[in-house]
Every structure is written in C-alpha cells, then in structure tokens.
C-alpha cells in the first residue's frame, strides 16, 4: 500500500482545522441566563455575550474576530464616558485636577478586575486549555478585559442607557470611596520609601502583552528590604501605578 502523500496529510489537517473553527464558541444557555440576570439586560442578540467572553486563545488565526478584542476597546470608551459623566455630576464644584484622579481610580484595570471577581465573571471566560490550566479564569488582566468587553457588549445591544445602569449599579462602591481625591500610589510609596529610610522605589516594565488596541503592560516595582510588587495596566504609568499599590498593600499602607 503506497504511503500517504505528507503534504497532502498536512494539507487534510489543516483543512480539519479550518472545519473546527467554522462557528464561533459559545456559552452554554445556563451561562447566558446568568450573565444577562448579572447585565440587568435580556440580551436581543446573544452572539455579543459568547463574544464578549471569548478570549483570543480560543480562537486563534483567521477566528479572531470572534474574541472579545472589540468589545473591550469599545466597553473601555464607554466606561471612560459613564464615568465621567457621573463624576461631573457627583462633584459639582471639583475642578479638573480633582476630577482626572477619581477617573483614573474608576476606569483602572485593577477596579475593573476586582468587579469582575465580585460578580464571578471569570468562570464564564471561554479559553483554550493552555490559558485555562495556566489560571486564566483569574488572572486580572483577563477579568479586566471581560468586564469591558461586557460593557460593550450591553452598549452595543441595549445602548447607553443601559450601560450607565450595569456601571451605576456595579461600582458604587467605588464612587463612595471618591469623596476624596485618592492619593497617587507612586507618590504614596515614594513618600513612605523617603520616610522609611529607603532608596526611592524602582520601576522596571517586564512584560507587554495584547493587540496594539488594547496593550497589557506589566511593571515591577523594587524597594530595598521589601518584597518586589508586580502590576498591570493599559499603558506603563497606569502598571506602575498598580505595582505601587500593590507594594503598598504587601507593607500595610494604603494608596
């Protein structure tokens, strides 16, 4: 019997492959009837939600329009927006320099992947078996992009009505914690580095992930005789910030 042609062979799989891949993913009925219940929203069309919770490694290749990419770069603006907007109308008489650090606090990565974890988002998240058994369901960075990629789903859906309602509703808590202006965590570890007799902390970027949209920055930061802090953020000042915080959790301040 002759034996198989290995181009031919590769040509098969490839094609098996392509077969595989021909329908987006999709979250089972249970897992669409919760998320929606947690949106507050019964969703016209569900294909945004399997979207919104589909992480690129699930869909690798040619099938990466069907990821969550979009909607998070979309959900990111919304949030930014809605955000905003309360702020202005909470603080009626707060100048800019007082508004810009509240925004920052509110539409940080890490806020958005602690509300993620408070509603167990992650457990939805549809990922290929590497980034699942390497923790995936719980990494902030992806919990973060769940949530904006929800938000986006929800806006492209039922519009900004409901969008301000799902972000009202899911960071109140943080607007309450705003009636201060909230301390620059950088400026908060410096000043507890100065006043420790320590050197000034030291920054150092270790890792960029994500699309060119939506990049994934990792920052370490080093304070001598303290156990180093990672964060993550959507451009290097916003890593640094959350490395700083989270040194500053490790040392028992807060930021």
Known sequence: MPRP????????RRNRDRVRRSTPPRLNNDARATIQE???????????????????????????????ERLEFLGDRVLGLVAASQLITRFEKEREGGL???????VSR?????????????????????????GGTTKPSLLANVTEALIGAIYLDAGLAASERF????WKEYFKTLTD???????ALQEWAQGDGRPAPNYENIDRTGPDHAPVFTVEVRVEGVRPAKGEGSSKQEAQRAAASAMLNNVGETS
């Open 38 to 68: 947690i949106a507050g929203i019964k969703f016209k069309d569900v294909s945004l939600l399997d979207r919104a919770f589909t992480h690129t490694s699930a869909v690798p290749g040619e099938a990466a329009d069907w990821s969550n």
């Open 181 to 187: 202006v909230p301390r620059d965590p950088k400026s």
């Open 100 to 106: 810009a650090p509240r925004l920052n606090a509110l």
């Open 5 to 12: 042609n290995s181009s031919h062979t590769g040509k098969r």
């Open 110 to 134: 890490d806020t958005c992947a602690k509300i993620a974890a408070e509603i167990n988002l992650g457990q939805y998240l549809i990922l290929d078996a590497s980034e699942s058994s390497a």
């Open 167 to 170: 972000i009202v509703k899911y």
